[in-house]
């Protein structure tokens, strides 16, 4: 079974604060995806890396970084974390271009105050 | 871009009653249509897919059709339980997903 695993399932930070979101998927997928999730709205495109040290922006990349150093980690980046970052984040992955099923994580609820 | 509008945003059901949720994408590039669920604290799983080149797809009480003239796509469950109370997504996707706002299901026994 494909497992994609993100670093904290709940966690609280203080406007400037800059936050790592980190995620890790263990079947060397080459493609991994940042989302943000609020009520209302759905899932959002926040990034995603087609391959090591690529990232391409996705619909709302504003205030958020990214990283991707080895295969199996994708990190999500709040240069400086704002109360309108307060969200449920999810990552996913997905194996080679031709299969598009994408595999997610559990979540990360953010709180910014 | 892609648009992916779904409707209803809410939908309540007896157990063992059936449950439709529609979705319309705008890209008619698009050719993969995913369904996914996300039960209270998990990241979505997908239940169904379907593709371009295909019409409809079932999977024991799952089924989706697509409509691509029309560029509509349904969600089917027949004979629903407890268990499928869920939030729904669809997407549509030419290179990214693009997902529907979602369906919050509740299944009363």
């Known amino acids: 079974d494909v497992k994609v695993t993100q670093s904290s399932r709940y966690l609280v930070k203080r406007t400037g604060e800059k936050v790592f979101l980190e995620c890790v998927q263990d079947?060397?997928?080459?493609?991994m995806f940042w989302y943000r999730q609020d009520p209302g709205l759905g899932l959002r495109l926040i990034y995603f890396s087609y391959d090591v040290k690529m990232k391409e922006k996705g619909d709302i990349p504003e205030g958020y970084s990214v990283s991707r150093e080895k295969k199996e980690r994708f990190s999500l980046i709040l240069e400086s974390a704002s109360t309108n970052q307060t969200s449920m984040y999810l990552c996913a992955s997905r194996p080679p271009t031709g299969q598009e099923t994408q595999y997610f994580g559990p979540g990360t609820r953010l709180l910014v105050l | 871009g892609e648009n992916v509008e779904q409707h209803p945003s809410t939908l309540s059901v007896q157990e063992g009653d059936s449950a439709v949720i529609k979705c319309t994408y705008s890209d008619s590039a698009s050719n993969y249509f995913p369904w996914y669920k996300q039960e209270l604290g998990k990241g979505p799983q997908l239940i169904i897919d379907i593709r371009s080149n295909v019409g409809e797809k079932k999977d024991q009480r799952i089924a989706v059709t697509l409509n691509k003239t029309a560029k509509h796509f349904s969600l089917h469950i027949t004979e629903t339980q407890p268990e499928d109370s869920a939030v729904y997504f669809c997407?549509?996707?030419?290179?990214?997903?693009?997902f529907g706002k979602g369906t919050m299901l509740l299944v009363s026994p």
């Open positions: 997407a549509a996707s030419n290179s990214t997903l693009t």
């Open positions: 079947m060397d997928h080459e493609n």
